[in-house]
């Protein structure tokens, strides 16, 4: 089953995902748009995203599968994961605890996800042994060779997603792609080389996911950078630092980043005749409703009240003309 997605909501990203628990925040002015294009064929989902603006995120994989991600163009924008730049041709190893991702504007990125037990069955199968533990990696660089063409398929599958998704529907099509996708994803974890988090990576990684579950844990607090370092049991240089390195900015800002795409979601899904701007901007912490109003203009180019008075908003998936496109079956056979 494939689908396209045109989305202006941020929110709406979320329940694209069903490999991973992903949040997705923003950081720039103007309108937000995502392109994504999602497979799901019998065992592999993949998708292929393109977001507009300057974005953070915070993604954590499910029990039970094996999810990857990577650029999927040589001009797309830079990309930090866990605090460490990801090169086109890298691979970025989802983990079940919660990571944080920044990213600028015009990001192509493509994921992969199987179940675990199956690339491990594919593993011993072709190599006679398990893949190298990746449990204290986040990122792995294939050979060049090897990514290029685990790339080439992941766009065609795309492609043929957007393009002609009928011929994704035929199972000996299905069964061919996922069986190379699969031989192309364990050779590039095999033969490629882990970057090892270093110990100061992972506590600043363990300590922002902590501070991203308080910070859910309380969306209509007053929260005091004092508070947060308490209930963290930190120092606030130490928190500060992180969220600068990690998240490009200080933890209040991101804290009211946060609030205020919350604030917003809550608009657009409201009911004018029955909601009001002061009683959602209140319920998610802000109460110096004037401040709030400049900072919401400036951030969205609106007023909120303007954002309630717009029609409810509606995920749009869109459909492509169809257009011939190289066969699948052959790509990455000489690798």
């Excluded at 011929?167 to 069986?179: C, D, F, K, S």
Aim: aromatic share 6%.
């Amino acid at each position: 089953m494939s689908k396209v997605f045109s989305l202006d909501d941020p929110a709406a990203c979320q329940a694209v995902f069903p490999s991973a628990d992903v949040q997705l925040f923003p950081t720039g002015k103007g309108n937000f748009h995502a392109g994504i294009t999602q497979v799901g064929m019998t065992r592999i989902w993949t998708h292929r995203i393109h977001i507009s603006l300057p974005q953070i995120n915070t993604v954590a994989a499910k029990p039970g599968r094996k999810s990857v991600g990577f650029l999927t163009e040589c001009n797309s924008s830079s990309l930090l994961d866990c605090g460490l730049e990801v090169r086109h041709g890298d691979i970025v190893i989802n983990r079940s605890d919660v990571v944080h991702q920044r990213s600028d504007a015009n990001f192509h990125y493509g994921t992969v996800s199987l179940p675990t037990d199956d690339l491990a069955a594919a593993a011993d199968s072709m190599l006679g042994r398990c893949l190298p533990e990746t449990s204290h990696k986040s990122i792995v660089r294939p050979p060049s060779a090897l990514m290029s063409r685990l790339l080439d398929l992941h766009k065609i599958i795309g492609q043929l997603a957007r393009h002609t998704p009928d011929i994704l529907e035929l199972p000996e099509v299905t069964r061919a792609l996922e069986t190379e996708l699969t031989r192309l994803l364990v050779s590039c974890l095999a033969e490629g080389h882990g970057l090892e988090l270093t110990t100061t990576h992972c506590r600043q990684e363990s300590m922002l996911s902590r501070f991203a579950e308080f910070l859910k844990a309380n969306p209509d607090q007053p929260l005091y950078i004092t508070d947060i370092c308490a209930a963290l049991g930190v120092a606030e240089r130490t928190l500060r630092a992180s969220c600068e390195k990690h998240l490009g900015m200080g933890p209040i800002h991101y804290l009211n980043l946060r609030r205020m795409h919350m604030v917003r979601r809550a608009l657009r899904h409201s009911d004018p005749s029955k909601a009001t701007v002061t009683k959602i901007v209140t319920d998610h912490g802000f109460w110096e409703l004037g401040r709030f109003s400049v900072a919401y203009r400036t951030l969205f180019g609106e007023l909120p009240s303007a954002t309630l008075r717009q029609p409810k908003y509606n995920a749009a998936m869109v459909s492509c003309p169809s257009q011939p496109l190289p066969s699948p079956l052959n790509v990455g056979r000489s690798a």
